[in-house]
């Protein structure tokens, strides 16, 4: 089965840069989409199809995919940034799969 | 405003049933794919079963086949997930969510979520 992996945790001051890392093998031939995730809230899509975002996610939020790794970047962190955010793919033997999440802290 | 309110969570015993709703508004139900999903408690997202837009396909994971049911009524705007012979291992906040797909090859993505309903499978 495809597997995903994420780094539990992420931390980053107000104003820095944040980078998220997904791993699967030869994640560069799929299309990666990214959920924010706070407690008590529904899920929320900020970046799918590996690079685009839709419409009211900030321009602060950017994906990227390349060999075995697909980054969620997001610049000038804020404090409302903080949450969980998963990585997603479909893979044709197991279907849809998800990364286990990491906690991003702002600090 | 595109909303899924999922409802019908709750406490239920190994062996026993429920049955989840998702009500969504918004939108033009009838015309998208609809997905249920889930998340264990401390644990990552699953992907559970989706259905489309006329009932003629649904697809489940491997461990709810056979006793989750998937369901839709497009008159009324609603999403079903029927839940039989529930495990210890279905506890989990389950959602629901409205499918989309992107150009590129298999490029499939969740635009909308609700809330999210919680079931409890103990005794």
């Known amino acids: 089965s495809y597997v995903l992996t994420q780094p539990p945790s992420v931390s980053v001051a107000p104003g820095q840069t944040a980078r998220i890392t997904c791993g699967g093998n030869n994640i560069g031939a799929k299309s990666v989409h990214w959920y924010q995730q706070k407690p008590g809230q529904a899920p929320v899509l900020v970046v799918y199809g590996d690079s685009d975002r839709p419409s009211g996610i900030p321009d602060r939020f950017s994906g990227s995919n390349s060999g075995n790794t697909a980054t969620l970047t997001i610049t000038r962190v804020e404090a409302g940034d903080e949450a969980d955010y998963c990585c997603?793919?479909?893979?044709?033997?197991?279907?849809?799969?998800f990364g286990g999440g990491t906690k991003l802290t702002v600090l | 405003e595109v909303q899924l309110v999922e409802s019908g969570g709750g406490l239920v015993q190994p062996g026993g049933s429920l049955r989840l709703s998702c009500g969504a508004s918004g939108f033009t139900f009838s015309t998208y794919w609809m997905t249920w999903l889930r998340q264990a408690p401390g644990k990552g997202l699953e992907w559970v079963a989706n259905i489309n837009q006329d009932e003629s396909k649904k697809y489940y994971v491997d461990s709810v086949k056979g006793r989750f049911t998937i369901s839709r009524d497009n008159a009324e705007n609603f999403l079903y997930l029927q839940m039989d012979s529930l495990r210890a291992e279905d506890t989990a906040v389950y959602y629901c969510a409205r499918d989309r797909s992107c150009s590129g090859v298999n490029c499939y993505y969740y635009d909308y979520w609700g809330r999210g309903t919680l079931i409890t499978v103990s005794s």
């Open positions: 997603h793919v479909w893979d044709t033997s197991s279907s849809h799969v």
